[in-house]
């Protein structure tokens, strides 16, 4: 019970600190999910402008598409969020799969469910969420850091 725990707990916080989710990671002005803030944005702001209704458009939470909402928008211009997701893990390896040193340690694997290529480098991985840069994944070495599209 406290093993599972611990695997889920690890996972969750990883999960969001690394990446978080998905919408998390997107940036606010992005209305049709695509993690990009663009024409596709706008014309949708476009489509609810001045409504009253609970609808995606409505980025600051006041209830209406307006101004407020459309400087927002405009704010995020451009702006993409990261398509990393952490998809598998083992956070106990006891003796199940050895590194390329013979070692049992714990790893994680990054999708990159992107159309480019992505160097983690500099990034940081974390389970305690109070030291959110507990691990920092080494610089300097493209080759081993970068998760092509799709990889």
Known sequence: MLMSMRIFLFSLVLT??????VEADCPIGDLNGDCQVNFLDLHLLAEH???HLEIPADLNGDD????ADLALL????HQKG???????????????TRDPQGQCDDWIEIYNYGT??????????TDNLSVPTKWRIPSGNPATTTIPAGG
């Not at 209406?64 to 101004?67: E, F, I, L, Q």
């Not at 405009?74 to 211009?77: G, I, S, V």
């Not at 480019?116 to 991985?125: E, F, N, Q, V």
């Open 74 to 77: 405009a704010d995020q211009w």
């Open 82 to 96: 990261i398509p990393l997701v952490i998809n598998e893990f083992m956070a106990s390896n006891n003796s199940y």
């Open 49 to 51: 402008w001045l409504g």
């Open 64 to 67: 209406m598409v307006n101004m």
């Open 16 to 21: 969001a600190v690394l990446v978080g989710s």
């Open 116 to 125: 480019d290529a992505i160097d983690i480098a500099g990034m940081y991985l």
